[in-house]
């Protein structure tokens, strides 16, 4: 049973002249909720917030959704809270209204913990044909529009593929559908620019915050999809996984290295326990 | 008072869950409405249709769309018919149902008739600083996220200028916020190629098959920004509109061409009033 508080109200419809409907205008975040508490909730608002002063949507205090978060996430073992911020109802037309009022919508969504398997022998990759457009306006924002993601989702089914990383049309990898990438190179991590598209992850912070700390060579750079092949390691990550070793791409298999366990074992640290004793 | 219908029944109100609002993952279109009549009904169900199909949304007939679009519209002297259909419901992730039920809503949205001297003198246009990204997998489509097209909009207020247009990050111009663009270069129109990005306005084809009827040379192209100003004629399409012409972007003054005026002679012709005795 799904359970939606809508601007602090108990329902499960909104006006059909939302612009978060009507026009994608509108941002979300999917929260991990563990034993009742709300993982990293500070840097989900962070983005959530940061997001809507970019886009102009008059946001409610930070506290509001922090009291709001907390009252639906209290008493689940294992879940997802979804928040979603829209720029509010508004008349046809896309230029936004001089007084518009946020819609703000917190639902708590079931969860199923992921195979224990993904975490130890790593996840089979594919690379999707559908391209992910450089858009520098939103890039980085977790924007209600993801149909490319839908699409590119949409190439496979079935178990075996878990992820399918997304390129641009010009050939450079961004990320995954629902995830972020991580490559090892020469002892190194790197992690592809998010500077024209694709979603400014909130366990990629966690991890290169966390590689900064520890001393872990980090760096952000443009990918080429065909580097992909030179990489020593790969991983992908999303708050609500935390990190799968990715342990094959087509013909090429890659192992579940030293940098990628060190990393996990620093997530297990964080309190990601999904990530933990492998 | 807007007047929607939600799978056939009266409503104003769309699930949370539906992956229109939850992530973009669907289409719409925006209909004149004048005289009780529904403008180009067939080109906006097709477009719809098709696009349902390309995106694998599993569509009510059309004569369903038809007969709804006809009964909210029949007493509506002036006013603009929009339809949304998206794929129905779903859980959260990006992967779409199996079985999904798509979602048809249609509203009855007040409208009011464009000040005459817009298609008289022709409107003043600036240049978004909001780029348009390249999307392939949606070019064309009227998807429901439209978030740059928002941004966009926002970048001017006031009533001197009245559309911006979009460029891609390397300097290709696609279209307007909300129409479709074309110049008249020697005698022969060319409107931007929508390969990649932006949207195939039902307006557009209108003028691209009467441009072909009549034996004006027409072409689809890549146009950089910067060739605008080489352009001899130019102007702005779209379904609600019609036809304005371009008299001015920055400190460059265009004439409300021959090419114009006889096009808009055509939508004349074709039941576009607005466009009339000019």
């Known amino acids: 049973m799904n359970n939606w508080l809508i601007d602090g109200v108990a329902g499960d419809r909104i006006a059909v002249t939302d612009r ?30 940061n997001g809507a002063e970019q886009l102009n949507i008059s946001a409610p205090e930070r506290n509001l959704f922090v009291a709001e ?6 008493n689940s073992d294992y879940g997802t809270l979804k928040i979603i911020l829209t720029r ?7 230029s936004p209204p001089d007084q518009a009022t946020s819609s703000r919508l917190l639902g708590l969504l079931p969860g199923v913990a992921p ?36 699409l590119a989702r949409a190439e496979w089914k079935g178990e075996t593929i878990t992820e399918g990383l997304m390129s ?25 620019n998010l500077a024209t598209c694709g979603i400014n992850g909130v366990m990629r912070r966690v991890i290169l915050e966390r590689a900064e700390r520890i001393g872990l060579q980090w760096r952000v750079e443009d990918v080429l999809r065909e580097s992909l092949t030179d990489a020593d390691e790969l991983f992908v990550t999303n708050s609500l996984i935390g990190l799968w070793p990715v342990c094959r791409i087509a013909d090429r298999a890659y192992p579940v290295g030293a940098v990628t366990r060190s990393l996990m074992a620093e ?11 492998l």
Chains 1, 2 share one sequence.
């Open 20 to 49: 978060g409907f009507t026009y994608g205008d509108g941002l979300f975040e999917t929260i991990a909720v563990r034993e009742g508490q709300l993982r990293f909730l500070d840097y989900h608002l962070d983005r959530l917030l």
């Open 69 to 74: 978060a907390g009252e639906l996430a209290k």
């Open 88 to 94: 509010g109802t508004g008349q046809r037309g896309y």
């Open 115 to 150: 195979a224990r398997k993904k975490y130890i022998d790593g996840i089979v990759v594919r690379h999707c044909s559908t391209s992910i457009g450089r858009s520098p306006a939103t890039a980085g924002l977790k924007t209600l529009g993801r149909l490319e993601q839908v």
């Open 168 to 192: 641009t049309a010009d050939g450079y990898v961004i990320c995954g559908t629902m995830s972020n990438l991580f490559l090892v190179r020469h002892g190194a991590l790197v992690t592809p």
């Open 267 to 277: 997530l297990t640290d964080m309190g990601i326990s999904e990530c933990a004793g």
